[in-house]
Nanobody, 124 residues
Framework: QVHLVESGGGLVQAGGSLRLSCAAS????????MGWFRQAPGKERESVAA????????LYADSVKGRFTISRDNAKNTVYLQMNSLKPEDTAVYYC?????????????????WGQGTQVTVSS
């Protein structure tokens, strides 16, 4: 079983920055793709960013490209999401997720383990 805990959310003004962290326990993450997702009120959950186990390859939603950066520290079993130039439309609960399998590309990863989420609110 994998336990994921997100932190780092909060209230920030538009144009500001936040850094989210996702700490994992129950498994060594280094061979698994990891992803960040978000869900705004009344909207479906959407993928924000993903990263391969080695950290070599990343994938971003068009809406966050150039503003968000996903990274990982496998020695700390932690994945990060650096969010810059935040916009009010980035307001959502942000979740990190892990798959059960090491197989799959960043686009096809089947995420089955989820954290409890951290709220990000961007004021205009």
């Amino acid at each position: 079983q994998v336990h994921l805990v997100e932190s780092g959310g909060g209230l920030v003004q538009a144009g500001g920055s936040l850094r989210l962290s996702c700490a994992a326990s129950g498994r060594t993450l280094s061979i698994y793709n990891m992803g960040w997702f978000r869900q705004a009120p009344g909207k479906e959950r959407e993928s924000v960013a993903a990263i391969t186990g080695s950290g070599t390859n990343t994938l971003y939603a068009d809406s966050v490209k150039g503003r968000f950066t996903i990274s990982r520290d496998n020695a700390k079993n932690t994945v990060y999401l650096q969010m810059n130039s935040l916009k009010p439309e980035d307001t959502a609960v942000y979740y990190c997720a892990a798959p059960a399998s090491v197989y799959g590309s960043l686009r096809t990863t089947n995420y089955v383990f989820w954290g409890q989420g951290t709220q990000v609110t961007v004021s205009s």
